[in-house]
């Protein structure tokens, strides 16, 4: 029987697994599928050259430049056209003017980490594994903020009464252009939608008063009608 216990908080949380006398054969023999630390590691630098590639940025740990092109570039250059040399990570704030702390920031600050880290000795070698693990905690810390951001932004933009609206159709061409439009009572408000031209408009008025918003065909559809079309068919079945 294996017993597991979780411990510590979110970014830093720990796994104990206890096993019983029966079960630590097969325990053993999954230690060897654990990746060794210099395999960890090269995967991280894989993933943070990758991602900088995508963004056309080189992903070595120092850059040289050009005197005669005025460019920086990988390849160690000679005392007749060098221009001078920064790390990857003062590169992109200084050259590209990319914030700190953005995940372009943290992918050329992970690779000069693991670069003083092969280089060092001793200290300094300790200093740049323990950069390179704080890295790797912030990276997924600001990846997991930047999608709460979204989802927190979608829900916001989202129309709810576009929501009341797609159930009561089955195409644009019902909703009503602006001479007839359509009226609907709900808890929340009184609304009164109609179309024109390529657009859905809807005047809501609650305690608050009143106002208008409006959605593209395009947003409508693909956000509110679609879904409800594609759940309704699935019903038939």
């Known amino acids: ?136 905690i912030l990276s997924r810390a600001y990846a997991k903020e930047s999608r709460e951001a979204r989802e927190r932004g979608g829900k916001e933009k989202r129309r709810w009464w576009a929501d009341v609206l797609a159930p009561l159709i089955t195409c644009w061409e019902d909703i009503p252009e602006s001479y007839a439009p359509m009226e609907i009572e709900t808890d929340q408000a009184y609304l009164t939608i109609y179309r024109d031209g390529d657009q859905v408009f809807c005047k809501i008025k609650d305690d608050r008063g009143e106002r208008t918003q409006k959605l593209k065909r395009s947003t409508f559809e693909k956000r509110y009608l679609q879904p409800i079309s594609k759940k309704a068919g699935q019903q038939r079945r």
């Open 1 to 136: 029987m294996v017993v597991r216990k979780e411990s510590g908080r979110q970014y830093s949380k720990v796994v104990v697994e206890t096993f019983s006398v029966n079960d630590f054969a097969q325990a053993y023999a999954e230690l060897g599928t654990v990746k060794p630390f210099r395999q960890r590691v090269d995967d991280v630098v894989a993933s943070a050259r990758a991602f900088l590639a995508e963004r056309g940025i080189p992903g070595c740990a120092q850059l040289y430049k050009s005197r005669q092109i005025g460019e920086y570039g990988c390849k160690k250059l000679d005392a007749r056209d060098s221009g001078g040399f920064c790390t990857l990570d003062i590169f992109v704030i200084r050259h590209l003017g990319l914030k700190r702390d953005s995940f372009e920031h943290i992918a050329a600050r992970v690779i000069v980490a693991a670069d003083a880290m092969q280089r060092r000795e001793g200290e300094h070698a300790l200093e740049a594994a323990f950069e390179l693990g704080t890295l790797e």
